[in-house]
């Protein structure tokens, strides 16, 4: 079992059960040490992503002991920023973790 998997013991869990379901309709398109880059089909989970921003962070730091810097986009604009980066790559310009 995956770890992100793990989400969904908390489908039925009165206290995250709305969270967990919202991580569920999400993608993880970038994990690191300390981010994670969600996409979404669609702006309305982004919104409720960001609206519950706290609470996702805090219930992600109770499953895996990091407090991630979280990142919602849509499908599209998860294509543009890709699509970007890897131009930017091919072209040399480097990116800067800002903390």
């Known amino acids: 079992i995956s770890k992100y998997d793990s989400i969904k013991e908390y489908v039925s869990s009165k206290d995250y059960n709305a969270i967990a379901n919202l ?9 690191s040490d300390k981010n994670i ?11 409720l992503f960001n609206k519950n921003y706290g ?19 849509t499908d599209e604009e998860w294509k543009l920023i890709k699509n970007q980066y890897i131009s930017d790559k091919k072209n040399g ?6 903390e």
Do not use: C, G, H, R
């Open 37 to 47: 880059i969600f996409t979404f089909k669609n702006n309305f989970e982004v919104v």
């Open 23 to 31: 991580l569920l309709k999400a993608s993880p398109e970038v994990i």
């Open 55 to 73: 609470d996702i962070q805090n219930f992600l730091k109770m499953l895996y002991n990091v407090k991630y810097v979280l990142v919602a986009v």
């Open 93 to 98: 310009i480097k990116y800067i973790l800002v």
